[in-house]
């Protein structure tokens, strides 16, 4: 399958602050996804991305899509507690009916 | 209308053991898929359909059986369950391919095997 690394692994942060969480692929993507999830929940989708270089904001959280296709952050500003979770990108290449997850980074929140 | 349902949520088998983790979706969706969730490896794609009578293989589809006889449903079989298969499985459907848009996840299957 494809490689996808996602880094950090886990990120801690404190209320109020910012922080940016990076998905790499080893490959050229078709567009790539973002995923929430709650702990002891399921994965919920938050974003789609196809085109090169693109930038889409979802209230406090921006996504962009790297100018190569390759790579991809999740920036979230102004953290809060409900930000708490892990993080999935999700990558879609060749095959439109495979979808690889990187590991996820997991996000604990200092009030 | 109820989305993604799986069953059961929990599960404790033996080494050796079978069982089937049953999906079913009510939004008509022609994609399925069956994820399975371990600590610091993200979602691994084990088998999916696009549609009834459809299925192939995903990432680690080794040990797992699937069939889509219908739309809606899609149980996932273990047919001899070993302890490497302890888990959380996810059921996940979309309608389009599951690279084309978004994926609607089930609650999960927490397995355990003994």
């Known amino acids: 399958g494809q490689q996808v690394m996602q880094i950090p692994q886990y990120q801690h942060v404190q209320e109020g602050e910012d922080f940016t969480t990076y998905c790499n692929s080893s490959t050229t993507l078709s567009n790539i996804q973002w995923y929430k999830q709650r702990p002891g929940g399921h994965p919920v989708f938050l974003i789609q991305?196809?085109?090169?270089?693109e930038v889409k904001k979802q209230k406090r959280l921006t996504f962009q899509f790297g100018e190569a296709k390759k790579n991809s952050s999740l920036h979230i500003t102004a953290t809060q507690t409900t930000d708490v979770g892990t993080y999935f990108c999700a990558l879609g290449g060749s095959n439109d009916y495979k979808l690889s997850f990187g590991a996820g980074t997991t996000v604990t929140v200092r009030a | 209308n109820a989305g993604v349902t799986q069953t059961p949520k929990f599960q404790v088998l033996k080494t050796g053991q079978s069982m089937t983790l049953q999906c079913a979706q009510d939004m008509n969706h022609e994609y399925m898929s069956w994820y399975r969730q371990d600590p610091g490896m993200g979602l691994r794609l084990i088998h999916y359909s696009v549609g009834a009578g459809i299925t192939d293989q995903g990432e680690v589809p080794n040990g797992y059986n699937v069939s889509r006889s219908t739309t809606e449903d899609f149980p996932l079989r273990l047919l001899s369950a070993a302890p490497s298969q302890t888990s959380v499985y996810f059921c996940a459907s979309s309608y389009y391919g599951g690279a084309a848009g978004e994926l609607f996840f089930g609650e999960g299957s927490r397995l355990t095997v003994l």
């Open positions: 991305l196809v085109k090169s270089g």
